[in-house]
């Protein structure tokens, strides 16, 4: 199922906030995930060895020349300010080349397998990103959206979650509480200097925004 992709953000309709998803009803399993394993978030290191693997299939019996184009997005799942020469290496559209036509499967269908970052592009900077794959020059037509996270060690993050809250000890609820030990990096004003999010098994639709870390 298809889920719309582009939601507005602080009751601003002009702003819109990326969510993976499928914008053409053709297009089934997409998935997002690390090189490490499905298990692991779509985050990667900058300059790190591993990769994201973005897959999914388009529902039809003919392969469709694809192309795609990354988005910097903010912490808001918005477009940044950076332009494309700022944030990665490479061109501003391109081309998708790893598929492969079903077999023996009751619909046809041609799987689409993308690998970043690879021999076209690479990535400057850190920061959460957005690739839109549409049909090739028609970037206007985007046929689906998917998101991942590129990180650096600017400081280290210790994290625990507990069932004991203040609303019961049922498990239902959990807290979470975490530390940052920062060195050599200076935090003046933690309400204006970090944004922090919980999310509940890499759900962006549901992440909490910690609005008065102290």
Same mark, same amino acid.
Request: glycine share 4%.
């Given at each position: 199922?298809? /889920?719309? /992709?582009?939601?507005?953000?602080?009751?601003?309709?002009?702003?819109? /906030?990326?969510?993976?998803?499928?914008?053409?009803?053709?297009?089934?399993?997409?998935?997002?995930?690390?090189?490490?394993?499905?298990?692991?978030?779509?985050?990667?290191? #900058?300059?790190?060895?591993? +990769?994201?693997?973005?897959?999914?299939?388009? +529902?039809?019996?003919?392969?469709? @020349?694809?192309?795609?184009?990354?988005?910097?997005? &903010?912490?808001?799942?918005?477009?940044?300010?950076?332009?494309?020469?700022?944030?990665?290496?490479? +061109?501003?559209?391109?081309?998708?080349?790893?598929?492969?036509?079903? +077999?023996?499967?009751?619909?046809?269908?041609?799987?689409?397998?993308?690998? #970043?970052?690879?021999?076209?592009?690479?990535?400057?900077?850190?920061?959460?990103?957005?690739?839109?794959?549409? =049909?090739? &020059? $028609? =970037?206007?037509?985007?046929? #689906?959206?998917?998101?991942? %996270?590129?990180?650096?060690?600017?400081?280290?993050?210790?994290?625990?979650?507990? %069932?004991?809250?203040?609303?019961?000890?049922?498990?239902?609820?959990?807290?979470? %509480?975490?530390?940052?030990?920062?060195? &050599?990096?200076?935090?003046?004003?933690? /309400?204006? @200097? *970090?944004?922090?999010?919980?999310?509940?098994?890499?759900? *962006?639709? &549901?992440?909490?925004?910690?609005? $008065? =870390?102290?």
């Amino acid at each position: 199922m298809c /889920a719309t /992709a582009c939601l507005s953000v602080l009751g601003q309709p002009k702003v819109v /906030a990326y969510r993976t998803a499928g914008i053409d009803d053709r297009v089934h399993s997409l998935q997002v995930e690390s090189s490490r394993g499905f298990l692991y978030p779509p985050v990667i290191d #900058l300059d790190g060895e591993d +990769f994201i693997v973005i897959s999914f299939d388009l +529902f039809g019996d003919d392969q469709q @020349d694809l192309s795609y184009r990354i988005i910097h997005c &903010n912490a808001n799942w918005v477009p940044s300010q950076l332009s494309t020469l700022e944030y990665m290496n490479g +061109f501003d559209i391109q081309q998708l080349y790893d598929w492969a036509y079903s +077999f023996n499967t009751h619909r046809s269908y041609v799987n689409y397998r993308l690998q #970043l970052p690879n021999d076209d592009v690479s990535f400057k900077v850190s920061g959460n990103y957005v690739v839109e794959v549409f =049909p090739q &020059n $028609r =970037p206007e037509e985007p046929i #689906l959206y998917a998101c991942f %996270s590129v990180s650096e060690e600017a400081v280290k993050v210790f994290c625990e979650a507990n %069932s004991r809250t203040d609303m019961g000890y049922s498990g239902e609820f959990q807290q979470v %509480s975490f530390r940052i030990a920062r060195e &050599n990096y200076d935090i003046v004003n933690p /309400a204006g @200097d *970090l944004k922090i999010y919980v999310m509940q098994n890499n759900r *962006l639709d &549901n992440m909490a925004f910690v609005s $008065r =870390p102290q």
